[in-house]
T-cell receptor
Framework: KNEVEQSPQNLTAQEGEFITINCSYS?????LHWLQQHPGGGIVSLFM???GKKKHGRLIATINIQEKHSSLHITASHPRDSAVYIC???????????FGKGTLLTVNP | NAGVTQTPKFRVLKTGQSMTLLCAQD?????MYWYRQDPGMGLRLIHY???????AKGEVPDGYNVSRLKKQNFLLGLESAAPSQTSVYFC????????????FGPGTRLTVL
């Protein structure tokens, strides 16, 4: 079983819809990261959070430490939001991130 | 700041050839990482460094070597390339704490024929 599980693997939405991507992890963490990767593109850090909730524009990330679960929400989705969204966790003394396999989001106009 | 840069962006090698990928960061970050990304596998850590002059193995280190002679540079070497090393390679860096953001380079697409 992977230490970081994302769902769904693939998600198709219509422009304007509210999107939720989920991430569950099984290890103790210092922080959880949400990353975005456009097709053929680089990887950009969207959020890093260790508790509560963070908001940036139409994107909202929440984390529940007790339940070892995080969600990434996109409000009023737009075709330019189409990308792979990757959840990753950091913690412990090994200095590295553990990644989920990503969620491919396609937003149709 | 240029952030994290990678050289080259694309490369095609023949089996058995060698090459070096260069990662550079101008943020004075201590930690640097090399990942490979393959379809359906997600990002996997090849090697990492927690400071100048140090390197350590990640999840998939076989067939690769690294060096961190200068704090700002992290080199990934393939001594004898194999088709299984066809992948997209990403470098990343961050400051010291586990709660610091990790910054990624733009990636290098490597094809081994």
């Amino acid at each position: 079983k992977n230490e970081v599980e994302q769902s769904p693997q693939n998600l198709t939405a219509q422009e304007g819809e509210f999107i939720t991507i989920n991430c569950s992890y099984s290890v103790g963490i210092s922080a959880l990261h949400w990353l975005q990767q456009h097709p053929g593109g680089g990887i950009v850090s969207l959020f890093m959070l260790s508790s509560g909730k963070k908001k940036h524009g139409r994107l909202i990330a929440t984390i529940n430490i007790q339940e070892k679960h995080s969600s990434l929400h996109i409000t009023a989705s737009h075709p330019r939001d189409s990308a792979v969204y990757i959840c990753a966790v950091s913690g412990g003394s090994n200095y590295k991130l553990t990644f989920g396999k990503g969620t491919l989001l396609t937003v149709n106009p | 700041n240029a952030g994290v840069t990678q050289t080259p962006k694309f490369r095609v090698l023949k089996t058995g050839q060698s090459m070096t990928l260069l990662c550079a960061q101008d943020m004075n970050h201590e930690y640097m990482y090399w990942y490979r990304q393959d379809p359906g596998m997600g990002l996997r850590l090849i090697h990492y460094s927690v400071g100048e002059g140090t390197t350590a193995k990640g999840e998939v280190p076989d067939g690769y070597n690294v060096s961190r002679l200068k704090k700002q540079n992290f080199l990934l070497g393939l001594e004898s390339a194999a088709p299984s090393q066809t992948s997209v390679y990403f470098c990343a860096s961050r400051r010291e704490a586990n709660t610091d953001t990790q910054y990624f380079g733009p990636g290098t697409r490597l094809t081994v024929l």
